[in-house]
């Protein structure tokens, strides 16, 4: 990742689901909308979710954090859904590192300001201390505070962690790499068919989406142990053209690499030869 971390880096995010009301009336979400919410923690440098937790739509995505305990050293990069001081006081209770994106309306007084290299996109490198009527109470110890421009998008974003010890542009790195969890739930819902369900019930859809979730973990499984270069995609593809053989997995590859198979048309596939 080019990350000089001592611990692993997680991203946590959520995303939601459609559905029909008419079909899913047990998950309102919306007035005419349905909908369930995939609430997901990634590990970054190995592409695996950790935790997959499916809940009503409605509930706030910082109600996560309270579903797992992380261990000591670990690195937590999470968007403006997450800021929850109390949830967050927790993680640093757990000795947990976390990095995220703070909301316009933060109350704090700065203690301390330190350098920084303004030509990487820098703007500052601040000790605060939350002052907000409840903040102060929920979060009771300082805080720092990172600003950066990010020049490509003409966007300023600043950063709150409880780490002090990294460097500033390793802070603004961190939350680049929340990006991958992203890739993680449009790759599941281009690629592995969770917008069409076999079932109405709570339980037939939360099981179809753990089948999808098995059959990603499986893929990206694959793809390190046997340290393919073949994207998660083709690495799919390939499965489901071969599914019924006995070949060794490593072998299918390498038959793959030299006659690439066809892909998929809108024909049928056949699957016995008669």
Excluded at 177 to 196: A, C, P, T, Y
Aim: hydrophobic fraction near 45%; charged fraction near 20%; include cysteine.
């Amino acid at each position: 990742m080019g990350l000089d971390l001592d611990g692993v880096l997680y991203a946590l995010d959520a995303s939601v689901i459609d559905l029909s009301l008419t079909l899913f009336p047990w998950a309102p979400f919306q007035r005419s909308r349905a909908a369930v919410k995939l609430h997901t923690l990634f590990d970054v440098a190995t592409a695996i979710p950790v935790l997959i937790d499916i809940t009503g739509a409605r509930g706030a995505d910082s109600h996560v954090l309270d579903r797992f305990v992380p261990e000591p050293g670990c690195f937590i990069v999470m968007d403006r859904g997450y800021v929850d001081f109390p949830r967050l006081y927790r993680l640093n209770q757990e000795l947990a590192f976390f990095v995220v994106r703070a909301k316009g309306d933060l109350q704090f007084r700065r203690r301390y300001s330190h350098p920084v290299d303004r030509s990487s996109g820098l703007r500052s490198d601040q000790t605060i201390v939350l002052t907000g009527r409840h903040t102060r109470h929920t979060y009771p110890i300082p805080l720092r505070r990172v600003r950066d421009y990010a020049a490509d998008i003409d966007t300023y974003f600043v950063f709150v962690t409880n780490n002090v010890s990294v460097p500033a542009q390793t802070i603004a790195d961190i939350y680049r790499h929340r990006w991958s969890v992203e890739l993680f739930f449009k790759w599941i819902k281009q690629h592995l068919r969770i917008k069409r369900f076999l079932g109405n019930s709570a339980n037939a859809v939360k099981t179809q989406i753990w089948i999808a979730i098995a059959v990603y973990g499986l893929i990206a499984f694959i793809k390190k142990r046997l340290d393919l270069d073949h994207s998660l995609y083709t690495i799919l593809h390939v499965f489901s053209t071969t599914i019924f053989e006995k070949t060794p997995i490593s072998q299918v590859f390498q038959r793959y690499d030299h006659e690439p198979l066809l892909m998929p048309s809108s024909n049928p596939l056949i699957l016995f030869d008669i």
